[in-house]
T-cell receptor, first 110, second 117 residues
Framework: RKEVEQDPGPFNVPEGATVAFNCTYSNSASQSFFWYRQDCRKEPKLLMSVYSSGNEDGRFTAQLNRASQYISLLIRDSKLSDSATYLCVVITTGRRALTFGSGTRLQVQP | EPEVTQTPSHQVTQMGQEVILRCVPISNHLYFYWYRQILGQKVEFLVSFYNNEISEKSEIFDDQFSVERPDGSNFTLKIRSTKLEDSAMYFC???????????????FGPGTRLTVT
């Protein structure tokens, strides 16, 4: 079983739509969670950390369900510039190495 | 806004040659990392470095790889004898030390694309 699993997509949505991505992780000792975005052939860029109580940053909302080992990212009012691959990332307790999912590709269309 | 920088942006080398990839982490960061991403695949952890020593490494980081902080600003990854399968994008990252906080946010450089022929 993969450590971090994501639906690869692509998700094709119109501008202004709301879109949600899900991610599951297999290691119950995972302690820190992040969403990164990656544009084609570019570096991963930190989008947001995911807190246990859930958190929001503008149009982006992240949720964590430790019992189900599940993380989500909601993007409201999608913009063309949101088109990218969204990477779910976890860190296991006692480590600093980031474990990446394979990413979910989002294409926002005009 | 401070950022991680990497040189070169693209390196082409022949199989069996040694390569050194260079990184300048964000200046007040104390943890440094190397990751790689083979084309079309996910980002994979190679090694982390703190206080002038390796703190963690993956199975990928075998004896042909080494890291060094030769001075106060640079952080390097050396591949001694490159193989075709070493062709990938290599990303350097850095993070601040955190005390009493479980969130270790890492910031990535733009990467070095290594092509082994």
């Amino acid at each position: 079983r993969k450590e971090v699993e994501q639906d690869p997509g692509p998700f094709n949505v119109p501008e202004g739509a709301t879109v949600a991505f899900n991610c599951t992780y297999s290691n119950s000792a995972s302690q820190s969670f992040f969403w990164y975005r990656q544009d084609c052939r570019k570096e991963p860029k930190l989008l947001m950390s995911v807190y246990s109580s859930g958190n929001e940053d503008g149009r982006f909302t992240a949720q964590l369900n430790r019992a189900s080992q599940y993380i989500s990212l909601l993007i409201r009012d999608s913009k063309l510039s949101d088109s990218a691959t969204y990477l779910c990332v976890v860190i296991t307790t006692g480590r600093r190495a980031l474990t990446f999912g394979s990413g979910t590709r989002l294409q926002v269309q005009p | 806004e401070p950022e991680v920088t990497q040189t070169p942006s693209h390196q082409v080398t022949q199989m069996g040659q040694e390569v050194i990839l260079r990184c300048v982490p964000i200046s007040n960061h104390l943890y440094f990392y190397w990751y790689r991403q083979i084309l079309g695949q996910k980002v994979e952890f190679l090694v982390s470095f703190y206080n002038n020593e390796i703190s963690e490494k993956s199975e990928i980081f075998d004896d042909q790889f080494s890291v060094e902080r030769p001075d106060g600003s640079n952080f390097t990854l050396k591949i001694r004898s490159t193989k075709l399968e070493d062709s990938a994008m290599y990303f350097c990252a850095s993070s601040e030390p955190t005390v009493g906080d479980s969130l270790y946010e890492q910031y990535f450089g733009p990467g070095t694309r290594l092509t082994v022929t």
